[in-house]
C-alpha cells in the first residue's frame, strides 16, 4: 500500500537530479544512500567518533528518540551515529543515521554524544517512484526483493531525480545506475508492482511535460557542461586578450620604456611614392615587421607584470596571515601547552583509580595464594576405609554368586566381620571429615574458579607447568618494581611543577614579600613542563598499552596451572563428599543389622494368611453358585452371601498388598546388605518378585476375581474386566509355554522399570500386576481402564481440535521418549494402542509382551483408517526400530491433522504431506514421515508446537491417576466402566 505524500518544500524540490552513493536497502523499494560530496565529511566523521566513544558515557535510564548517539556496529567493532528506534531491558534497536542500516545492541555498547555531533544524518531515504510491494508477497520473496535491489545499489554510483517527499522525509525518486533504471529492473523481477502515484504538486503539468529519462538527463547533464565550457572559454578569452589603447598612450608608453617609434608623415609617403626604391620599399616593410613585434612583445611584458604583481599580492596576504597565526599561537603557547598537560593528568588520575585490567596478573597471585594455602589433602583414614569397603564388596559379591547352601554359613560370617570392621572405619572417618571444612572449600574453590575462567577464558594445554608459580612471582616483581619506578619519575615531576606553580602564585600576591625575582620564579619553565609531560606520557603509554604476547604468556600458563590445581582439589573433595555421604547412609542402615539378621517369618505369614483367606473366599464362591441355581433362591440370602464375597475379596487384596510391601522391603535387604536370602529362603520367592520388577505375584488369582468377558474385544486374546475395590480393570491374556514365560516376566518387568522412573509423567499405560494362572497356560497383566478413550473412538465420535492434537500427541511423544530412553522399542503403537484422558493428554498403550520385535508390528492393524503407518524399512523385512516408532507417531500425527483426508502415496511408500496445515506442525511432521535421518522423541517435546501450546492448567487437568488396590481415588467416575452389556475400547496391541 502506497503511503501518504506531501507536496514538495525546502530542499527536496520535485524535478531536482543529484547523484548518491548507495549504502543500505530495507526493502525491494526503499533504500538509503549518501549524496557524493559527502565522503571526506563521513572520514572525519568516524576518526572523530572513534576517539570519542571509547570514553563516552553509555546511556543510562529511558533514551531520548529523538536524539543522536554512538553505537558500536557488531560486525566491525566500529562506532557510528545512530538512533533509538526501540528500547527494553538490556536490549535495543538502533538505525545508523548516516548509513541507513538497523541492528539489536546492547544498551552497554550505546554512549551519548556531544551537541557538536547532534546533527540530521548524512544518509537520506529513497523510495522508488511508481512502485509498490504487493499485499500478499511472501517473506522468502520479500528478502529476494531486498538482497536484488541491494545488489544494485550498495557503493554504486546512482542516478536519481526527486519525484516526490512522504511524510516521515522519505523521498520519492527515479534511479539509474550505469544507464539502466532501477525501478524497471525491480519491476520486472516481479520483486514490486507498479502502481498510480498519489503525489500531486503545482508543478505536475510542467514536470510531466519534461518527464524524466536517462536519455533526457545525460542530455541536460551534456548542455550543462557545453555552457559551462563555452562560458569558461569566454572568460579565458577575455581575460587574456590585449587591451586597446590609444597611439598616444602608446606612444608614451614607449617613450617610457626607452623604446623609439617609428613616425610616418605625408611627406615621407609621397616621396617613396614619387621615388620608388625596392631597397627603401623593403626597409619600409621591415620597419612595419619590426614595429609588430615590439607591439607583441610589449603586450607579453605587460601580461608577465600583472601577474608578478597577483603573485606578489598573494605571497604578502600569507605571510601576513602566517605571521598573524604565528602571534596569536605565541600568545597562546603556554597556555595550550598547560591545557594539554592538565588533560593528560586528569586522563592518568583516572587510570590510575581504575583497576588496570589484571595487568600484573592481580586475580591469578590471589588464585596461587588460595591453592597454596588452603589445600585440604586426604583424611589418614580414608586409604583404610577405601581398602575394607573393597573387601566388603567383594564379600557381597561372592554371596550373591553363591549357589551352594553348604557354603553359605561360611561367607555369611567371613561378610559379618567384615561389616563390623567397616562400620568402624566408616564411623572414624565420618568424625574425621566432620572437623573439615569441605563444603566452604569447596565453594571458595569453586567461587575462584568461575572468576578466573570469566577473566581469562580457556586454559591451555601445557604439560610442563612445574616451576611456573616461581617464575610468574619473579616476573611480577620485576614487573611492578619497572612500573614503581615510572610512577615515581611522574609523582616526583608533578611535584616540582606544583612547587614552581606555588612560588608563581606568590610572585603575584602584593600581600606577602618575595625574596626571588620574577626571572628566578619564572626559571627555565618550558623545560619543567616538558619534563613533566614526558614523564606523565611514559606512565600513561605504560599503562594503556597492550600486554605484549611474552607477558601475556606468562599470566595464561600461571592460570591454567593454578586451574589444573583447582580441579584437582575440587575431584579429591568431591570424592571424600561422596564416600562421606555413602558411609552416613551406610552407618545408619546398617546400624539395625549388625547384631540380627532379616526374617522372612512375617512375609511368609503373610502368604498364609492369604491362603486361608482365598479357601473361604473359594468356598463362599461355590455355596454362592450352588444357591444361585437352586430352585428355592432366597435374594436376601444371595445378596448376603455377594456381600460375605467382596468383604472376603476386600481382604484377599489387603493381605496380597501387605505381601507386596514385604517383598519390597525383603528386595531392597536382598539388593543393599544380604544377598544370601534369595538362597537361604527359597520358599519366599523372593528372586521372582526382584526379576519381575515388582510385577509378578503368585497370590493372585483369576478365579478369585469378578469378572466380565469381553468377547467382542476377545479377537486376539482374552479381555476380561473385572472390579477391584469399586475401580475397574482390563485382564489381558497371553499364552505362555515354558519359553515364553521368561520373556514375558523380563519383558514386562522392563517396560515397568521405564515406567516407575517417571509414573504418572512418563506417558506410559501403567501395569499393575503380573500374574499366571495355575489351570492353564495364561499370563495375565492387569491395567486400569479407559473406557471409550482410545484414539480411534474419539476421532470417530468427536475429532480433537489442532490444540487437543498438540497436548495428546505430546503425552504420546512423552511415552515413547521413556521408552526409547529405557532401550525399549514399542513396534505396535496404531490408532486402537493410544488413549486419550479428558480430550487433553495422551497415553501410550503396552505391546504384546509374549512377542518378540519381529512379530509386534503387523500390516493388517497399523492402519489409521486407509493410512498405513508402517514404516517403509519396516515393510522391507527390517526390525522395528526407536526410528521405524517415530515415523508411526508422525503418520498419526499427520491423520490426526487431516482427518476424513485421502492420503497420496508417493513412489518412495511415504504419503504426501501437501495439504494446507499449520507451518510448524507440517515442518514436524516432514522431518518424521521421510526415508533419512529422523526426530528422536526428545527432539520432538523440543519443538515450538509442543512448547509454545500450553494448555491453561485452571481449565484442563491432564493428571492421570496412579491406581492401588488398597487406596481409593477421590473421583473414580471418570474411570467407571459400563455394564458387562456394552461394547467398549480397551488397548490392543
Known amino acids: 500500500m502506497m503511503m501518504d505524500v506531501v507536496r514538495m518544500d525546502g530542499e527536496v524540490v520535485q524535478g531536482k537530479a543529484e547523484k548518491v552513493f548507495g549504502s543500505h536497502a530495507e526493502d525491494a523499494v526503499t533504500f538509503w544512500a549518501q549524496d557524493i560530496n559527502t565522503c571526506k565529511e563521513l572520514m572525519n566523521l568516524s576518526r572523530i567518533l572513534e576517539e570519542v566513544c571509547p570514553l563516552a558515557t553509555p546511556v543510562f535510564g529511558t533514551p531520548d528518540l529523538n536524539k543522536v548517539y554512538g553505537g558500536l556496529y557488531s560486525e566491525d567493532k566500529s562506532w557510528y551515529r545512530c538512533k533509538f528506534k526501540t528500547v527494553s531491558d538490556d536490549r535495543c534497536v538502533v ?72 511524510c516521515d522525509g522519505t523521498i520519492l525518486v527515479q534511479a539509474e545506475c550505469n544507464d539502466i533504471d532501477i525501478g524497471e529492473e525491480v519491476a520486472k523481477k516481479c520483486f514490486a508492482e507498479k502502481c498510480k502515484p498519489t503525489f500531486t504538486s503545482e508543478n505536475e503539468e510542467q514536470s510531466a511535460s519534461h518527464s524524466w529519462s536517462p536519455a533526457l538527463y545525460s542530455k541536460r547533464q551534456t548542455d550543462t557542461c557545453q555552457k559551462g565550457d563555452k562560458k569558461v572559454h569566454q572568460f579565458n578569452k577575455q581575460k587574456g586578450r590585449i587591451p586597446f589603447y590609444d597611439q598616444k598612450g602608446d606612444v608614451k608608453r614607449d617613450c617610457q620604456m626607452g623604446r623609439r617609434m617609428p613616425e610616418f608623415n605625408a611627406s615621407y609617403v609621397n616621396m617613396l611614392k614619387s621615388k620608388p626604391d625596392q631597397k627603401l620599399v623593403e626597409e619600409i616593410c621591415n620597419l612595419k615587421f619590426e614595429n609588430k613585434a615590439l607591439h607583441e612583445n610589449f603586450s607579453v611584458l605587460e601580461l608577465e607584470i600583472r601577474k608578478l604583481k597577483l603573485e606578489a599580492q598573494y605571497q604578502k596576504e600569507g605571510y601576513t596571515k602566517q605571521i598573524e597565526e604565528l602571534q596569536n599561537s605565541t600568545k597562546s603557547a603556554v597556555e595550550k601547552e598547560l591545557h594539554g598537560l592538565a588533560s593528560k593528568v586528569a586522563t592518568l588520575r583516572k587510570v590510575r583509580g581504575e583497576h588496570l585490567n589484571d595487568r600484573f596478573g592481580d586475580l591469578v597471585s590471589n588464585g596461587i595464594r588460595i591453592v597454596s594455602e588452603g589445600y585440604l589433602s586426604s583424611p589418614q583414614s580414608l586409604e583404610a576405609l577405601d581398602r575394607v569397603w573393597e573387601e566388603y564388596s567383594l564379600a557381597q559379591e561372592t554371596l550373591r554368586l553363591c549357589e551352594k547352601l553348604d557354603d553359605i554359613e561360611n561367607l555369611v560370617n567371613k561378610r559379618n566381620e567384615v561389616c563390623h570392621q567397616l562400620y568402624a572405619y566408616a564411623k572414624e572417618f565420618i568424625d574425621e571429615v566432620d572437623h573439615l571444612p569441605i563444603v566452604e572449600r569447596m565453594d571458595s574453590l569453586k567461587e575462584l574458579c568461575s572468576t578466573l575462567e570469566s577473566t581469562y577464558g580457556p586454559t591451555t594445554e601445557e604439560d610442563d607447568l612445574e616451576n611456573i608459580f616461581d617464575q610468574f612471582s619473579e616476573w611480577k616483581n620485576e614487573k611492578l618494581e619497572e612500573y614503581s619506578n615510572i610512577r615515581c619519575e611522574t609523582d616526583s615531576s608533578l611535584h616540582m611543577l606544583c612547587s614552581w606553580l606555588n612560588n608563581f602564585r606568590e610572585l603575584f600576591d602584593l600581600s606577602v614579600d618575595v625574596a626571588e625575582t620574577s626571572d628566578e620564579v619564572a626559571g627555565n619553565v618550558g623545560v619543567l613542563l616538558n619534563s613533566v609531560e614526558v614523564a606523565v606520557s611514559k606512565e600513561l603509554t605504560t599503562s594503556l598499552t597492550e600486554q605484549s604476547e611474552t607477558d601475556k604468556m606468562m599470566i595464561l600458563k600461571a592460570y591454567t596451572k593454578v586451574m589444573q590445581n583447582i580441579k584437582k582439589e575440587l575431584q579429591l573433595l568431591s570424592s571424600i563428599e561422596k564416600k562421606y555421604f555413602a558411609c552416613t547412609e551406610f552407618k545408619l542402615q546398617i546400624v539395625e543389622w549388625l547384631t540380627k539378621t532379616p526374617d522372612v517369618g512375617q512375609l511368609l505369614s503373610i502368604k498364609k494368611t492369604i491362603k486361608g483367606l482365598k479357601a473361604q473366599l473359594r468356598l463362599k464362591i461355590v455355596e454362592k453358585n450352588n444357591f444361585e441355581e437352586s430352585d428355592e433362591c432366597d435374594h436376601e440370602q444371595a445378596e448376603k452371601l455377594k456381600e460375605e464375597i467382596a468383604v472376603l475379596r476386600n481382604r484377599v487384596f489387603h493381605e496380597i498388598n501387605k505381601e507386596m510391601k514385604e517383598y519390597e522391603l525383603l528386595s531392597s535387604l536382598v539388593e543393599k546388605w544380604f544377598p544370601e536370602l534369595p538362597l537361604l529362603h527359597p520358599e519366599a520367592g523372593i528372586l521372582k518378585f526382584m526379576n519381575s520388577d515388582g510385577l509378578l505375584s503368585s497370590s493372585l488369582e483369576r478365579d478369585l476375581l469378578e469378572t466380565v468377558p469381553l468377547k467382542e474385544l476377545s479377537r486376539k486374546r482374552p479381555l476380561l474386566c473385572c472390579i477391584i475395590q469399586d475401580q475397574k480393570f482390563i485382564l489381558k491374556g497371553y499364552s505362555v509355554d515354558n519359553a515364553t514365560e521368561a520373556k514375558v516376566v523380563e519383558r514386562a518387568a522392563r517396560y515397568h522399570k521405564a515406567w516407575s522412573n517417571c509414573k504418572e509423567d512418563s506417558g506410559l499405560l501403567h501395569i499393575m500386576f503380573l500374574f499366571f494362572c495355575k489351570s492353564d497356560p495364561v499370563a495375565y497383566i492387569m491395567v486400569p481402564f479407559y473406557p471409550d478413550s482410545s484414539l480411534k473412538m474419539v476421532q470417530d465420535k468427536c475429532p480433537l481440535t489442532p490444540l487437543e492434537v498438540a497436548a495428546v500427541m505430546k503425552g504420546v511423544a512423552k511415552g515413547l521418549h521413556t521408552l526409547h530412553a529405557s532401550s525399549i522399542t514399542h513396534g505396535s503403537l496404531h490408532p486402537n494402542n493410544v488413549f486419550v484422558v479428558n480430550r487433553k493428554q495422551g497415553i501410550v498403550g503396552d505391546f504384546d509382551f509374549s512377542k518378540d520385535l519381529g512379530q509386534r508390528s503387523s500390516e493388517h492393524w497399523m492402519l489409521a483408517e486407509k493410512l498405513s503407518i508402517l514404516s517403509p524399512e519396516v515393510k522391507n523385512g ?63 517435546l523440543e519443538q515450538d508446537c509442543f512448547i509454545l501450546t500450553e494448555l491453561n492448567p485452571a481449565e484442563y487437568d491432564v493428571n492421570v491417576p496412579v491406581y492401588s488396590l488398597n487406596e481409593q481415588p477421590e473421583s473414580v467416575s471418570s474411570l467407571n466402566g459400563p455394564t458387562q452389556n456394552t461394547t467398549v475400547e480397551v488397548c490392543q496391541e
Open 95 to 166: 538505525t545508523y543515521i548516516d548509513y541507513g542500516n538497523s541492528e539489536v545492541l546492547k544498551r552497554g555498547t550505546v554512549v551519548e554524544l556531544a551537541e557538536d555531533l547532534q546533527y540530521p544524518g548524512l544518509a537520506n531515504k529513497y523510495r522508488l517512484w511508481g512502485l509498490q510491494i504487493p499485499l500478499q508477497q511472501d517473506v522468502m520473496q520479500f528478502d529476494k526483493g531486498r538482497k536484488y535491489l541491494y545488489n544494485m545499489i550498495y557503493e554504486k554510483l546512482i542516478r536519481i531525480q526527486h519525484r516526490g517527499v512522504y
Open 878 to 940: 527390517h526390525l522395528v526400530s526407536s526410528s521405524s516408532d517415530m515415523y508411526t507417531y508422525g503418520c498419526l500425527l499427520l491423520w490426526l491433522l487431516l482427518p476424513n483426508h485421502d492420503f497420496i502415496i508417493q513412489s518412495d511408500g511415504l504419503p504426501e504431506i501437501g495439504a494446507v496445515m499449520d507451518e510448524k506442525m507440517k515442518d514436524v511432521v516432514s522431518k518424521l514421515i521421510c526415508t533419512g535421518v529422523r526426530l528422536t522423541a526428545a527432539q520432538v
